[in-house]
């Protein structure tokens, strides 16, 4: 069993872990802190029965999206269904703006990111060219579109 809840700075020391795990290029922790800090983000973690940090999820709203800063799963808790537990809480915690989309950057290399967030209704929009620092990879840049989003649930 998985729970989603916000994210505090008391679990700043196994984001860290997860993301120098994960990441070629980090985010640093203070990094982490000043999302937690805005209250225009959601920060979310996905937490083992045990209390043990699975992944986490960090959003910021713009006036037209929420953009998706970084999703990421500790490298043994993959294809476990952690990322559309945060992807489920984060619409479900957004719902109520319908007008706002959702926009993120992937890795061109990528699939099976790109493939999660293809069955979430996001669609390939464009691409940033030499986006990521350590290898200058291109990002795909991806919109799940609201009115669509909406349609999808019914609305």
């Known amino acids: 069993m998985i729970e989603v ?3 505090t700075l008391a679990d ?3 984001i860290e872990r997860i993301e120098q795990r994960v990441y070629p290029t980090p985010w640093s922790r203070s990094m982490f802190a000043g ?3 805005k209250p225009a983000s959601i920060s979310l973690g996905a937490f ?3 209390g043990r940090l699975l992944g986490y999820l ?3 709203r713009y006036v037209d999206a ?7 799963v500790d490298t043994a808790c993959r294809r476990a269904g952690v990322a559309s537990s945060l992807l489920d809480r984060l619409f479900e915690l957004t719902a109520g703006d319908p007008r706002r989309g959702y926009t993120l950057e992937v890795r061109v290399s990528n699939r099976a990111a790109i493939a999660l967030y293809g069955r979430f209704g996001f669609e390939g929009s464009g691409l940033r060219r030499g986006y990521y620092t350590d290898n200058r990879e291109d990002a795909l840049i991806m919109w799940k579109d609201p009115i ?6 019914g609305g």
């Open 5 to 7: 809840r916000r994210l």
């Open 66 to 72: 929420w953009h998706i800063m970084n999703l990421a």
């Open 12 to 14: 700043l020391g196994d």
């Open 148 to 153: 669509r989003a909406a349609a999808a649930r």
């Open 58 to 60: 960090v959003v910021s």
């Open 48 to 50: 083992a029965e045990d």
């Open 35 to 37: 999302e937690l800090a």
